[in-house]
């Protein structure tokens, strides 16, 4: 029976054996033919980018970026996406603004970009790993960033990922075409696709490169596939996702141990370890400019898969519906997206794989000698059997993520691309032995006909489970079913043809890549990618801004005052894209005090509760606090030199009563009169509406709820909406809405309102005002109803309320009022200001309890804790005798690792900087070092004496230094190896014969 790997290297040399199989082609004919074949199944897969005018930037459409609905559409047309990923709001608020960010810090910088002084007043940008700076296709992208860049990157991640696995599954096997199964199957299995533009891919196409870099050392050792190894672990650490690379390495270092039990001798195994091991060693070594950086944020920041802050585990977390999930891994997902949201396979592919592993088991059993392939790919099934426990929380395996570092990890997600590893090396080992005939053709009859009983019990299963709202899933995993059984069938038909024919056999890997590319184009890509609303045009542009982009930028936001953007405009992360300073911030990790300064001053009702969420709170500016009164995010704005708020609509100072006292029923019920619902599609916006069915007797459907009137501004404003189903137009009947007001003193008569929207033409939504004059400053009792007109019997309509508010002034300017509306804030702190006298505080908590106080000034105070300070530093702090009004200061250079300051100070003063105080940072008063304090909880603040001087912030911190020289080491120390290598070699070519033995 012919071999179906070579002997290891330890085996004495011998002539092959003859096969009775095709002849194997040539290496480079091989990758030729992979190569063409990848490359026409991505244009096949995605020819509405390539050819159709399309994008995959999620931050086109569908996700607020630069406006609440995506990119700036001048014609006014809202387009919107269907959804095509589970976790949208990371790519586009992330991965997307921040490749423009990376390419600006490069080419028109010139630097490194240590640091984003543009989101969350100022985050490592490195050290967050997300940012995936060095990593290849990310920074090459990020030189051009456009769509077009963008879709660049994520075709070539798909197209590395195939090429990586290609090149791994051809060491395994001796046919480079059936590795092209597994490669091909391997670019589009689910997680690549329902993730495409997220930074993980970049690690998950690096994880057959593992398996590649260990196999080249364990076969053919040498300065070759040692640096293979190396650079495979540093790129899988620059990809971007630690998790997602813990994971891979791990699983890296299971294969490893593996491969060595299969060698012959310990000190054959000993010298390959160490090899491996010093491999891992210099590939970390390459990384350090990242992952140092990266540790130094883990000590200085919250992380919010930290399970000492998150309140759990996530290591532990996994998928408790086995009914809907695990049904996902065979079929693709098009239908069924928002209740399946991690990989699949599909039935062909999962048929191949089922093969591969079963031929592998049954040919270990009988001939020991052919152990080292079948080993390997009974390990994959193995590992992927153990992922998939741990994926349903199987007990023998979920201990797993109680381990160190594990507990941090998210396995459902961040197992996959290994999981995808295992099916798709399985699966060209499938297409290998039908090639070989190692498996007869009842063998790939008995195979197909269980994978196909497997499937029809899961379905039966499936069905007699619960309906999900909302979905007709049963409808959608039926036709996924047919599919999938229409295309196994294919794939078996097609390998027992070629037991027929020599052609059909040699072809037989390019033949079952049609049944497993099919079942993705129609299960899947069909129904996002291609259809109708799937991907956003090009024109959609979010790089190319806004008109109020433009007009913020010749105001002083890149240098000296910050905005703030709600409701989803200007999300957060993008305003890196165009260097303007926000507030905002979104991460997974946010310096020490951000989050408990962000959430202690906004009132987050979990903080004053008692609770953790100031720890894993992330401000981005669709919360809860954006239904409030402007008034109480001024102090915010005041401490944070946030100087702009941009809304799509009037801000004004806000106050939804119905947020804080509607029903919390969201569902319409015909038994109910009153319902509400968050996020109500009204006149083609999202709006919290208080829904009422008209009723004769008011009494049955009023709501109630006190409030005070405010003396300053008595005008009660709301939205009144009838008919908000568009689906059952309005008859010619008349429905009125009522508002009594009645106050607390019943000396007081109450008012009572009547309005009323019986014109069907016009919109859902009217708009009215109340005044309230007469009872300016009292507490009164709002009472809402509804009720159709004397004559009319109209009980089956629904009525709503929202944005019922007093607009209070606060002192805020409407400066821009065109596709957004900027209003400029009073009385915020410049970015640079000089104080003559701190208040010095014992605690944290009492800095931030000082804070809060409404008689505390930001203007006149700087607070300081003394639990950073040293002897000298406190007496010097103490020594200042000045007055309490701040002085600005002018910034003359801010860059994005340097802020350059002139001071004129008449005495000696504190210079104040709100950006995060976090360590790296150093302050040189006309080039002398000076210590850098914390002021105002989390902000920097350095001591300068009186007179001209000029302050100098740089972002220098050494563990980005000491990567670097590491990174640089490890690059000479193999550079000199390779070339002593090559030297040796051609000494060796030169000796005589005679000298060489």
Known sequence: MMRIMPELRSAPKQTAPQTVGPARPSAGGAFIVALAAMIVAIAVMFHPVLFGGRTTVISAANWSSVMPAGAYDSKSIIHKAAIRSPDQLAQAAQTEPWLKYTGWSFWHDHKFPLWNPYSGCGMPFIANMQSQVFSPPTFITSSFASLIAVDCLVLSRLLMAGLCAFFAFRMLMPTGLAALVGAVGYMFTGYMLLYLNMPELSVAMMVPALLLGIEAQVRKPGVGSFSLSACAVALSLFGGMPEETFVALVFAG????????????????????????????????????????????????????????????????????????????????????????????????????????????????????????????????????????KRFGNPLIQWIGLLPLANMVWFPKYDEPIMA????????????????????????????????????????????????SGFDLQRDMRHNMHLGLSMLAVSAVLCLLSFKSERMRKLLPLLVLLPVLSETYFGFMSQTFYAKDGLAPRALDPYSGAPYIEFLKGKDVQVGARVLGVDGVLYPNWSSAFNILDVRCYDALYPTGYNTFIAKLLGHPEVAAGGQQEQHYWFGGTEYWTKRPLSEVQRLCALTSTKYVIAPVPINSRIDFIVANAPTDPVYSSAASICYVPGATIDGAERDVLFQRPQKVLSKCAVKFGVTVPESQSTLEFDFIRNPDKACPPRDVSVEGVVLVSSVDESIPPEHFTFSNSEPAKLHATHYRVDLKRLAGKKVTVCLAARPTP??????????????????????????????????????????????????????????????????????????????????????????????????????????????????????????????????????????????????????AVLVPAGARQVVFRYDPWSFKIGVAASLLTLLGLAGWAIASLRNRRRARLEPEVVRR
Request: hydrophobic letters at 50%; glycine letters at 8%; charged letters at 20%.
């Open 791 to 940: 004559g009319n019997e109209c009980d089956w309509e629904w009525v709503g309320w929202s944005g019922m508010r007093f607009n209070e002034a606060v002192g805020e300017r409407c400066v821009y009022d065109k596709e957004v509306k900027i209003y400029e804030l009073p009385a915020v702190l410049p970015h640079a200001s000089l104080f003559s006298r701190p208040v010095l505080v014992d605690t944290d908590e009492e800095a931030l309890a000082l804070l809060r106080e409404r008689t505390f000034s930001p203007l006149s105070s700087l607070v300081i804790s003394k639990r950073d300070l040293s002897e000298q530093a406190r007496a010097a702090l103490l020594s200042l005798d000045g007055g309490n009004d701040c002085i600005a200061a002018q910034i003359s250079r801010y860059d994005s690792d340097q802020v350059v300051v002139d001071v004129a100070a008449k005495r000696q003063s504190l210079l104040l900087l709100t950006d995060i105080f976090y360590p790296g940072w150093r302050a040189y008063v006309d080039g002398i070092e000076a210590p850098v304090l914390r002021a105002n909880f989390c902000f920097r």
């Open 254 to 389: 299971c294969y490893t141990l593996m491969r060595l039990s299969l060698l012959d001798g310990w000190r054959l195994k000993l010298r390959t370890l160490w090899s491996i091991g010093c491999a891992y060693l210099a590939g970390l070594m390459l990384a350090l400019p990242q992952v140092l950086p990266f540790l130094e944020y883990m000590k200085s920041s919250y992380n919010l898969h930290d399970p000492a802050l998150s309140g759990k585990v996530p290591g532990m977390d996994f998928d408790q519906d086995l009914r809907r999930e695990l049904f996902s891994y065979i079929f693709p997902v098009g239908w069924g997206l928002k209740c399946f949201a991690r990989g699949f396979y599909g039935a062909a592919f999962g048929f191949l794989a089922l093969m591969g592993a079963a031929v592998a088991g049954w040919t270990l059993l009988k001939n020991k000698a052919e152990r080292t392939t079948c080993s390997i790919m009974l390990f994959l099934a193995a590992a992927f059997a153990v992922l998939l426990l």
């Open 421 to 468: 590893t295992c099916i798709a090396a399985l699966a060209a080992y499938g297409v290998y032995v039908v090639q070989q005939r190692t498996v007869k053709p009842k063998g790939v009859l008995a195979i197909a006909l269980t994978f196909a009983g497997l499937i029809g019990l899961l379905f039966v299963f499936y069905r007699s489970g619960p309906m999900i």
